[in-house]
């Protein structure tokens, strides 16, 4: 396990990036924007070849896989209507926990504490030592609940694609808002070591990113991610990951105070799944129009390659477990998929 000297060194190397620090805002789609890099949005994952050949274990798993969370050795599976959680040898077993969930429900992420599964009118708080009897936070949002997170003090934040207001919740109470520009597709809470959790949405219609400037009640900094954003992670120390899938580029952000570009590096395919490798101290992004996954580096000035994972089909989803394992989960019914140890280059 890497220490956390190692982390600090990458935040480190970030900050000092001054360059890219405080990049502008990619243009918006219009006359005279540069074809190479104008705002297209909307983006969706790129259909994957018939021929995958997946390394490692695949779990059969014939349901599509519409989300997916990890927290240490746990992972949270979502399907249609059910909500799966367990570890690798829970999975390998058919031994994970089920909970049966509205087909409506949102987005699934995790938190310092457990799971957190965004539906219409509640959030569901789910503890990995005991999936069966998650908390529910009732919701007093207008429109349905459709993405929400949970900080390191408990507060819950939560939103909708169709809405501009984040709901912020204290002790199960909504206890205030604050207003965004448009709806968000994903939102996250991203643990900051020397002060509150930052807040971080994105909204692909127009491929924005954004820190909720919670602690100073108003909307944040605001940001394109390239030409199109396709999903988001948290890493270390304030970094967040997100692929330029219509851009085809890995994109790093710092949030410890407001959002900041740091690196954009180009990916080798459409990038959609990103995923942090705390073992390794690497970045990981699934391409789902090549089936591999790539590892990169991003304590330099751009993300430097280490190596790749030949995954299964619509690997949309992946992580990396506590102990390293890569873990990627298809959505269209090829799999859950673990490779204990990549092979990757050694570092620089």
């Given at each position: 396990m890497k220490s956390q000297?190692?982390?600090?060194l990458i935040l480190s190397s970030l900050l000092a990036l001054s360059a890219t620090a405080l990049a502008a805002c990619q243009p918006e789609v219009g006359v005279g924007a540069d074809p190479e890099t104008a705002v297209k949005g909307s983006a969706t994952p790129a259909a994957s070849p018939a021929n995958a050949d997946p390394e490692g274990t695949v779990v059969d798993f014939k349901e599509d896989i519409t989300d997916f969370a990890a927290i240490n050795d746990s992972l949270a599976v979502?399907?249609?209507?059910?909500?799966?959680?367990?570890?690798?040898?829970?999975?390998?077993?058919?031994?994970?926990?089920?909970?049966?969930?509205s087909e409506e429900c949102g987005d699934l992420s995790s938190s310092a504490s457990g799971f957190v599964l965004a539906c219409p009118d509640k959030v569901l708080l789910i503890d990995p030592s005991s999936?069966?009897?998650?908390?529910?936070?009732?919701?007093?949002?207008?429109?349905?609940?459709?993405?929400?997170?949970?900080?390191?003090?408990?507060?819950?934040?939560?939103?909708?694609?169709?809405?501009?207001?984040?709901?912020?919740?204290?002790d199960g109470k909504r206890e205030n808002d604050i207003e965004v520009e448009a709806g968000s597709d994903q939102l996250?809470?991203?643990?900051?070591?020397?002060?509150?959790?930052?807040?971080?949405?994105?909204?692909?219609?127009?491929?924005?990113?954004?820190?909720?400037?919670?602690?100073?009640d108003r909307a944040g900094g605001r940001l394109r991610v390239g030409q199109g954003v396709g999903s988001i992670a948290v890493g270390d120390n304030g970094v967040v990951l997100a692929s330029d899938t219509?851009?085809?580029?890995?994109?790093?952000?710092?949030?410890?105070?407001?959002?900041?570009?740091?690196?954009?590096?180009?990916?080798?395919?459409?990038?959609?799944?990103?995923?942090?490798?705390?073992?390794?101290?690497?970045?990981?992004?699934?391409?789902?129009?090549?089936?591999?996954?790539?590892?990169y580096e991003i304590n330099k000035g751009v993300p430097e390659l280490r190596g790749d994972i030949s995954t299964v089909r619509d690997a949309q989803n992946i992580a990396v477990l506590g102990d390293g394992t890569f873990v990627a989960a298809s959505a269209t019914g090829h799999g859950l998929q673990f490779v204990g140890t990549p092979h990757l280059k050694k570092e620089s």
């Open positions: 000297s190692g982390s600090a979502r399907t249609k209507n059910q909500l799966l959680i367990g570890s690798q040898k829970d999975f390998e077993g058919k031994k994970a926990a089920k909970l049966d969930i999936p069966e009897s998650p908390d529910e936070v009732a919701m007093e949002e207008e429109s349905p609940v459709t993405a929400a997170t949970q900080l390191s003090n408990g507060d819950i934040f939560a939103t909708s694609a169709d809405s501009s207001t984040v709901g912020i919740y204290k996250l809470a991203v643990p900051n070591p020397k002060g509150d959790d930052a807040v971080v949405r994105i909204h692909r219609e127009d491929s924005t990113i954004q820190n909720v400037d919670w602690t100073n219509e851009g085809e580029r890995l994109a790093v952000y710092t949030s410890d105070d407001v959002i900041r570009l740091h690196q954009y590096g180009n990916v080798d395919g459409s990038p959609w799944g990103v995923a942090w490798d705390k073992e390794r101290n690497l970045a990981w992004v699934s391409a789902t129009d090549t089936n591999k996954a790539h590892a």
